[in-house]
T-cell receptor
């Protein structure tokens, strides 16, 4: 059974700093890994999707890396802004006969102005 | 981009009543839709996979008679919480996978259910 863990559970950093969020998964047989953002009481916004054959994806100030063999992914946020405050979830698509999207526990990020 | 509409965004109901939540893919067809549940400060947990024209597949521990799923068309799936109780209060999110695609889901904005 795939398990996805995110560390830390919560993080507070001053505005302008660069930061890294971590995601680990137990089964490396994944199709892809996706990072989402969730604002309080809201749905999910997809940030980046990395296919299993890729090492990283970039979008603006965000960079996501994937090391499938070690079961790890990181989300790097450069020059953080107060608007980046949200919960960040990683999720992996795993094939156990039927496709399933397994979510991590999330990291609640607070950017301090 | 692909848009999934979920309605209502928030619902408050009395204990014992039933509540229906709709999930629509607005600009694509979705043979498969998914229903997730999220408790406060926890991650999303898959409840069931909804397949157009056939019965839904429920995850272990999810009561199929409690959470009725209907996927009558390629753009609409509904989740009905029957005889709701306070412990059913939660945030429910749907997602839809475009027909013919694989390993991609587009998410709705979620429904906050509060049962009094």
């Amino acid at each position: 059974k795939q398990e996805v863990t995110q560390i830390p559970a919560a993080l507070s950093v001053p505005e302008g700093e660069n930061l890294v969020l971590n995601c680990s998964f137990t089964d490396s047989a994944i199709y892809n890994l996706q990072w989402f953002r969730q604002d309080p009481g809201k749905g999910l916004t997809s940030l980046l999707l990395i296919q299993s054959s890729q090492r990283e994806q970039t979008s603006g100030r965000l960079n996501a890396s994937l090391d499938k063999s070690s079961g790890r992914s990181t989300l790097y946020i450069a020059a953080s802004q107060p608007g980046d405050s949200a919960t960040y979830l990683c999720a992996v698509f795993t094939n156990f006969g039927n496709e399933k999207l397994t979510f991590g526990t999330g990291t609640r990020l607070t950017i301090i102005p | 981009g692909a848009v999934v509409s979920q309605h209502p965004s928030r619902v408050i109901c009395k204990s014992g009543t039933s509540v229906k939540i709709e999930c629509r893919s607005l600009d694509f067809q979705a043979t498969t839709m998914f229903w997730y549940r999220q408790f406060p400060k926890q991650s999303l947990m898959l409840m069931a996979t909804s397949n157009e024209g056939s019965k839904a597949t429920y995850e272990q521990g999810v009561e199929k008679d409690k959470f009725l799923i209907n996927h009558a068309s390629l753009t609409l799936s509904t989740l009905t919480v029957t005889s709701a109780h306070p412990e059913d209060s939660s945030f429910y999110i749907c997602s839809a996978r475009p027909s013919g695609s694989k390993n991609i889901q587009y998410f709705g904005a979620g429904t906050r259910l509060s049962v009094l």
